[in-house]
């Protein structure tokens, strides 16, 4: 490591500079948020929100919920109580912060607009520096988003060419061993070209980018730059390769290509395989690869920990600087084969070292290669090098702050995380030789699997041990084509019979001709043909459930736990033809499909292990008395399911029932009949009495009112409409002679769900997750995204927005998994869709209407439409359909009066970056289930407990412990242990 120890002392900081640069008041922020992780939370949340804010009183607000906190320097803490206690101190407060903010940008951020960039990049070429300006840009949102992104690209491409003219010669700058090297070098974002570019719809994406890049290619080809497209976040890795060979494919003879390898993933080495076979290949120009770390390791982490996926990063930072190590080699060897321009990116004086002595290794002079660095970081490393002698490309980003600011945010997070190099050499003055140890040999290891959950796990240990199904990483390649074979699998068994099952028969129904269930974005297609259950089955039904009470009921709570969790494991195997079954016949795209299969599973494991546990409560004990708390099932319960959720919600409920012990008629909704047959069948063969679990397939008016009034039910669980819900408490309130049990009913009744977008929301988030709110499954959720509220002088951009947003919506058959949306699940549901679109209409102002839907199926496109009175029909009914209302208010304190004027109270959302906006809402809002900064559907068993209040719904909450409660009756045994004086627990 002679080179790293010579790179090291030509990049010591001057002790001036070192002063200067730990004095900064950025420094000492810094410093302090790497000793204090809540301080570095609120700082930089207080970073994110500042360009929301539009006035100095909305900017001292903020810092004062953020910063005026025990765990800030106690300078800060007394600045800002002196500038709410003296006039104008708000104003004062709010410049300083600004200031501060943007020199912190400054840093990292060479400039905002491109004519200040080109005089910064000239200077810094006349000092030896080559430059590559990155305009920033987060994932856009809407076409309009990624024109605009074209179009600065474009400017600042002309401006760099235009500039570059007079700049002096450098000839270590201006060519290498394979050719000549553009003066003007730019990287753009594919997110931001298109906003279709991410694994689902990657076709349609590129096919965008393609087209707002064409000028631009052509331009840069003349001038001789080169144009580096950026790698970003994992979901969309594989479309920004299929991008590059797209303008590969278009544009071989140039203009010259780069692109980004990122070693902190497993699939490094392959991805860069890849790159030298094709740029060999494809290319006239060799291809430069910057290989560096990655940027997005705290986000890439927290998605795969939160949805229980493999991670596609290396756990530890030893392991990425191994990775790039043995990258750095193979881009050697590709550089020694003229197939690769290699661009080793990093602040690490050991990983740039091990690279160029790869180079060397293979022969190579030191001109066929660079170093690239980041603005603003370890300046002194970049002259550090450039004295050293290598060519030194300087990574710059440009723009203002909204889009930049997670570019920002990013950056100070490398700044302070505890292993970064840039924070220990130039910061902490880390030793040097610790700092330039090889990583260790078994730095780079195989993705360990999640361990998936089996029949064996402890019970007892639910709090601690349980974790929620993983969902289908379907932006895996091989993810989507196993779920395409799933659905060509079971489109060959379509037309299948569902009968009725009572006591083990296969019955026919009560005559006529047998209902079938429709694919619904394909309705000339058949998917089950159920036969109707009869008013005197369901009465068989609920007698054969009753005599087998005692038996069923009787066996341990531990055996009926094993069944279930048993259950739980063929599902399990048979997830992806469940998942596709769903698809077809509820019409509920793929993806979500697999997460309602997902959220059964969980419901079977989560309910097996809360019922060992339910029985296991204790009492308080005192010397010579026992006290025992016992749990006995209720009596035969009436499920009465949705088509909406198919599997997982009678899953739940038919599985809270039977594993507290009590026999369960179900009877599904006459549009998935097929998916509840293939649930019974997995619960039978699991080993659940035939007797104990009929399925009473058919029309809810033929058998509904029995098992809502028979006396020898006990519970019934519903999950439906209002009307049909208070129809159902109505009725089980009666108790009729010879009915010995009052009834229990838990009912799940739908809502109209609120959004509260406050004036300092972050729309980048919150659009995306009000359009997967308010369309995901055609709105087909009672949990849906149905009305927004937000501040009059937010509405005209929030609507921008998501008008923007819903265009680039795909809307298509479910089984698709680029499809987001897909048609409504019967005739009845689209005439009445339809309807309220037409209300819309007289009521608002329509902002957003897609009629550009497929033919054949009940598809209804989006509906977005801004209301004047909150209490118009399109914002108090519940629609169940894709039609969202944006409902202008006041203030925030409006809004949540709005918000809770309403007759449901199931799930309501925030997008607000205030604090005591997000107190007050958790105080205020009536709603089961409160979502901040992100959609309103997608509860998790464990997690989010589901369920709401006033006329959405009775009952405890599902995947909530409290559950299974209402399925069972508590019975206390209280026994006196004395004999004669004597008490064995003495």
């Given at each position: 490591m002679?080179l790293a120890r010579e790179?090291?002392?030509a990049s010591?900081p001057s002790?001036?500079?070192?002063?200067?640069?730990?004095?900064?008041a950025?420094a000492?922020?810094?410093?302090?948020?790497?000793?204090?992780?809540a301080f570095k939370?609120?700082?930089?949340?207080?970073v994110?929100v500042v360009p929301a804010?539009r006035?100095?009183?909305?900017?001292a607000a903020h810092l004062?919920?953020?910063l005026?906190r025990?765990?800030?320097p106690a300078g800060?803490?007394?600045?800002l109580r002196?500038?709410?206690?003296?006039?104008r101190?708000?104003a004062v407060?709010?410049a300083?912060a600004r200031?501060?903010?943007?020199q912190m940008a400054r840093q990292?951020i060479?400039?905002e607009?491109?004519?200040?960039?080109?005089g910064e990049?000239g200077?810094r070429?006349?000092?030896?520096?080559a430059?590559?300006?990155?305009?920033l840009?987060?994932k856009?949102?809407?076409?309009?988003?990624?024109d605009?992104?074209a179009?600065?690209v474009?400017e600042?491409l002309?401006?760099l060419?235009?500039?570059?003219r007079?700049?002096p010669?450098r000839?270590?700058l201006?060519?290498?061993p394979f050719g000549?090297?553009g003066r003007?070098?730019?990287?753009?974002k594919?997110?931001?070209l298109?906003p279709?570019m991410h694994?689902l719809?990657?076709?349609?994406?590129v096919?965008e980018?393609?087209?707002?890049l064409?000028?631009?290619?052509?331009?840069a080809?003349?001038?001789g730059a080169?144009?580096h497209?950026d790698?970003e976040h994992?979901?969309t890795k594989?479309?920004?390769?299929?991008?590059?060979a797209?303008?590969?494919r278009r544009?071989p003879d140039?203009?010259?290509?780069?692109c980004v390898?990122?070693?902190?993933?497993h699939?490094?080495a392959?991805?860069?395989?890849?790159?030298l076979r094709?740029s060999?290949?494809?290319l006239?120009t060799?291809l430069?690869?910057?290989?560096?770390?990655?940027?997005?390791w705290d986000?890439e982490?927290i998605?795969?920990r939160?949805?229980?996926?493999?991670s596609?990063?290396?756990?530890v930072?030893?392991?990425?600087?191994a990775?790039y190590e043995l990258?750095a080699?193979?881009?050697?060897?590709g550089?020694?084969?003229g197939v690769v321009?290699?661009?080793?990116?990093?602040h690490n004086?050991r990983s740039?070292?091990a690279?160029?002595?790869?180079?060397r290794?293979?022969?190579?002079?030191?001109?066929a290669?660079?170093v690239q660095v980041?603005?603003?970081m370890?300046?002194?490393?970049?002259?550090?090098?450039?004295?050293?002698g290598?060519?030194?490309?300087v990574?710059?980003?440009?723009g203002?702050?909204?889009?930049?600011m997670?570019y920002l945010?990013?950056?100070?997070?490398?700044?302070t995380?505890?292993?970064?190099?840039v924070?220990?050499?130039w910061s902490?003055g880390?030793?040097l030789?610790?700092?330039?140890?090889?990583?260790?040999?078994?730095?780079t290891p195989v993705p360990?699997?999640?361990p998936?959950?089996?029949?064996?796990?402890?019970?007892m240990?639910?709090?601690s041990t349980f974790r929620?199904?993983p969902?289908?990483?379907?932006?895996?390649?091989p993810?989507?084509?196993?779920?395409?074979?799933?659905?060509?699998?079971?489109?060959?068994?379509?037309?299948?019979?569902v009968?009725?099952?009572?006591?083990?028969?296969?019955a026919a129904?009560?005559?006529?001709?047998p209902?079938?269930?429709l694919?619904?974005g394909?309705?000339?297609?058949?998917?089950?043909?159920?036969?109707?259950?009869?008013a005197d089955?369901?009465?068989?039904a609920v007698e054969?459930?009753h005599?087998?009470?005692r038996?069923w009921g009787?066996?341990p709570?531990?055996?009926?736990a094993?069944?279930?969790?048993g259950?739980?494991d063929?599902?399990?195997r048979r997830?992806?033809?469940?998942?596709?079954l769903i698809?077809?016949?509820?019409?509920?795209p793929?993806?979500?499909?697999d997460g309602?299969?997902?959220?059964?599973?969980?419901?079977?494991t989560?309910?097996?292990?809360v019922a060992?546990?339910?029985d296991a409560t204790?009492?308080?004990?005192v010397?010579?008395e026992?006290?025992?708390?016992?749990?006995?099932p209720?009596?035969?319960t009436?499920?009465?399911?949705?088509w909406?959720?198919p599997?997982?919600i009678p899953?739940?409920m038919?599985?809270a029932?039977?594993v507290t012990?009590?026999?369960?008629?179900f009877k599904?909704a006459?549009q998935?009949?097929?998916?509840?047959?293939?649930?019974?069948e997995?619960?039978?063969?699991?080993g659940?009495?035939?007797d104990a679990?009929?399925?009473?397939p058919?029309l809810?008016e033929?058998v509904?009112p029995?098992?809502?009034?028979?006396p020898?039910?006990?519970?019934?669980?519903f999950?439906?409409?209002r009307?049909?819900?208070?129809?159902i408490?109505?009725?089980?309130?009666?108790t009729?002679?010879g009915?010995?049990v009052?009834?229990?009913v838990s009912?799940?009744m739908?809502?109209?769900n609120?959004v509260?977008?406050?004036l300092d929301?972050d729309?980048?988030?919150?659009v995306?997750?009000l359009?997967?709110?308010?369309f995901?499954y055609?709105g087909?959720?009672?949990s849906?995204?149905?009305r927004?509220?937000v501040?009059?002088?937010?509405?005209?951009?929030l609507?921008?927005?998501l008008t923007?947003a819903?265009?680039?919506?795909t809307?298509?058959?479910p089984t698709?998994p680029?499809?987001?949306?897909?048609?409504?699940?019967?005739?009845?549901?689209f005439?009445?869709?339809h309807?309220y679109?037409s209300i819309a209409?007289e009521?608002?102002r329509?902002v957003?209407?897609?009629?550009?839907?497929?033919?054949g199926?009940?598809?209804v496109?989006?509906?977005?439409?801004?209301?004047g009175d909150r209490?118009a029909r399109?914002a108090?009914e519940e629609?169940?359909?894709p039609?969202?209302a944006?409902v202008?208010v006041?203030?925030?304190?409006?809004a949540?009066d709005a918000?809770?004027d309403?007759d449901?109270?199931?799930t309501?959302g925030?997008?607000?970056r205030?604090?005591?906006?997000?107190?007050?809402?958790?105080r205020?809002?009536?709603a089961?289930?409160?979502?901040?900064?992100?959609?309103t559907t997608?509860?998790m068993?464990?997690?989010?407990?589901?369920?709401?209040h006033?006329l959405s719904?009775?009952?405890?909450k599902?995947g909530g412990p409290?559950?299974?409660e209402q399925f069972a009756t508590?019975?206390?045994?209280?026994e006196?242990t004395?004999?004669?004086?004597?008490a064995?627990?003495l």
């Amino acid at each position: 490591m002679a080179l790293a120890r010579e790179l090291a002392a030509a990049s010591t900081p001057s002790w001036p500079e070192r002063v200067r640069n730990r004095a900064s008041a950025d420094a000492v922020a810094m410093a302090w948020a790497t000793r204090q992780p809540a301080f570095k939370t609120h700082l930089f949340r207080f970073v994110d929100v500042v360009p929301a804010c539009r006035s100095s009183a909305e900017v001292a607000a903020h810092l004062r919920e953020e910063l005026d906190r025990p765990e800030s320097p106690a300078g800060v803490r007394l600045g800002l109580r002196l500038a709410a206690a003296v006039p104008r101190g708000d104003a004062v407060a709010a410049a300083v912060a600004r200031a501060g903010i943007r020199q912190m940008a400054r840093q990292f951020i060479i400039g905002e607009r491109i004519d200040e960039v080109v005089g910064e990049i000239g200077a810094r070429w006349e000092d030896g520096f080559a430059s590559t300006v990155d305009l920033l840009g987060e994932k856009t949102l809407t076409r309009a988003d990624g024109d605009a992104y074209a179009e600065r690209v474009g400017e600042s491409l002309g401006a760099l060419v235009a500039a570059a003219r007079s700049w002096p010669a450098r000839p270590k700058l201006e060519r290498d061993p394979f050719g000549p090297l553009g003066r003007a070098n730019l990287s753009i974002k594919p997110t931001a070209l298109a906003p279709r570019m991410h694994a689902l719809t990657e076709s349609l994406g590129v096919a965008e980018a393609v087209e707002r890049l064409g000028p631009i290619l052509d331009r840069a080809k003349a001038a001789g730059a080169t144009i580096h497209v950026d790698a970003e976040h994992d979901e969309t890795k594989d479309a920004t390769h299929a991008l590059l060979a797209e303008i590969g494919r278009r544009w071989p003879d140039g203009p010259a290509l780069g692109c980004v390898v990122q070693a902190y993933r497993h699939d490094a080495a392959d991805d860069l395989a890849h790159l030298l076979r094709w740029s060999g290949e494809a290319l006239a120009t060799p291809l430069q690869v910057r290989l560096v770390k990655g940027a997005y390791w705290d986000a890439e982490t927290i998605a795969a920990r939160a949805n229980g996926w493999d991670s596609p990063l290396f756990a530890v930072k030893s392991a990425s600087d191994a990775n790039y190590e043995l990258c750095a080699a193979e881009l050697a060897a590709g550089a020694a084969s003229g197939v690769v321009r290699p661009a080793f990116a990093s602040h690490n004086l050991r990983s740039i070292a091990a690279a160029v002595v790869a180079c060397r290794r293979e022969g190579l002079d030191d001109s066929a290669f660079e170093v690239q660095v980041l603005h603003g970081m370890a300046e002194p490393l970049h002259h550090g090098l450039r004295d050293v002698g290598f060519r030194t490309r300087v990574y710059s980003p440009m723009g203002d702050l909204i889009p930049g600011m997670g570019y920002l945010v990013r950056r100070l997070l490398e700044n302070t995380a505890n292993e970064s190099f840039v924070r220990q050499q130039w910061s902490e003055g880390a030793d040097l030789e610790a700092s330039l140890a090889p990583p260790s040999a078994a730095a780079t290891p195989v993705p360990v699997a999640t361990p998936s959950r089996s029949s064996e796990e402890d019970p007892m240990s639910v709090t601690s041990t349980f974790r929620n199904e993983p969902l289908a990483e379907v932006r895996r390649a091989p993810v989507r084509r196993r779920l395409a074979d799933a659905v060509a699998d079971v489109e060959r068994t379509l037309g299948f019979d569902v009968p009725v099952l009572v006591g083990g028969d296969r019955a026919a129904g009560r005559g006529g001709d047998p209902l079938p269930s429709l694919d619904p974005g394909r309705t000339d297609r058949v998917v089950a043909v159920q036969q109707l259950a009869s008013a005197d089955q369901a009465t068989e039904a609920v007698e054969v459930g009753h005599r087998a009470l005692r038996s069923w009921g009787g066996r341990p709570v531990e055996e009926r736990a094993a069944i279930l969790r048993g259950a739980a494991d063929l599902l399990r195997r048979r997830r992806d033809e469940l998942s596709a079954l769903i698809a077809i016949e509820a019409g509920k795209p793929i993806a979500e499909a697999d997460g309602d299969v997902a959220e059964a599973l969980d419901f079977w494991t989560y309910y097996a292990a809360v019922a060992v546990q339910l029985d296991a409560t204790a009492l308080a004990q005192v010397p010579g008395e026992r006290n025992d708390l016992h749990w006995r099932p209720r009596g035969v319960t009436a499920v009465i399911a949705p088509w909406n959720f198919p599997l997982a919600i009678p899953a739940g409920m038919v599985g809270a029932a039977l594993v507290t012990g009590n026999p369960v008629v179900f009877k599904p909704a006459e549009q998935t009949p097929g998916v509840a047959l293939r649930m019974v069948e997995l619960l039978h063969e699991a080993g659940v009495p035939v007797d104990a679990l009929s399925l009473l397939p058919g029309l809810g008016e033929d058998v509904g009112p029995v098992l809502v009034e028979h006396p020898l039910v006990a519970t019934i669980a519903f999950t439906g409409s209002r009307a049909v819900g208070l129809d159902i408490v109505r009725r089980a309130g009666a108790t009729p002679a010879g009915q010995r049990v009052v009834k229990r009913v838990s009912a799940e009744m739908g809502g109209k769900n609120p959004v509260i977008v406050d004036l300092d929301a972050d729309l980048d988030v919150a659009v995306p997750a009000l359009v997967a709110g308010a369309f995901g499954y055609a709105g087909q959720k009672c949990s849906a995204t149905s009305r927004v509220l937000v501040p009059h002088r937010l509405v005209d951009q929030l609507a921008d927005r998501l008008t923007g947003a819903v265009e680039v919506l795909t809307v298509g058959h479910p089984t698709d998994p680029a499809n987001a949306m897909g048609p409504l699940i019967d005739q009845e549901a689209f005439d009445r869709v339809h309807g309220y679109r037409s209300i819309a209409a007289e009521e608002g102002r329509v902002v957003a209407q897609r009629d550009d839907v497929p033919d054949g199926g009940w598809y209804v496109g989006p509906t977005v439409v801004v209301v004047g009175d909150r209490h118009a029909r399109v914002a108090t009914e519940e629609v169940f359909g894709p039609v969202l209302a944006i409902v202008p208010v006041a203030d925030f304190d409006e809004a949540l009066d709005a918000a809770n004027d309403a007759d449901h109270a199931l799930t309501a959302g925030l997008f607000s970056r205030t604090p005591s906006h997000i107190e007050a809402a958790a105080r205020r809002l009536e709603a089961g289930n409160l979502y901040v900064n992100r959609g309103t559907t997608g509860a998790m068993v464990a997690r989010q407990p589901f369920g709401g209040h006033k006329l959405s719904g009775s009952g405890a909450k599902t995947g909530g412990p409290g559950y299974l409660e209402q399925f069972a009756t508590p019975v206390v045994v209280t026994e006196n242990t004395q004999r004669q004086g004597f008490a064995p627990d003495l």
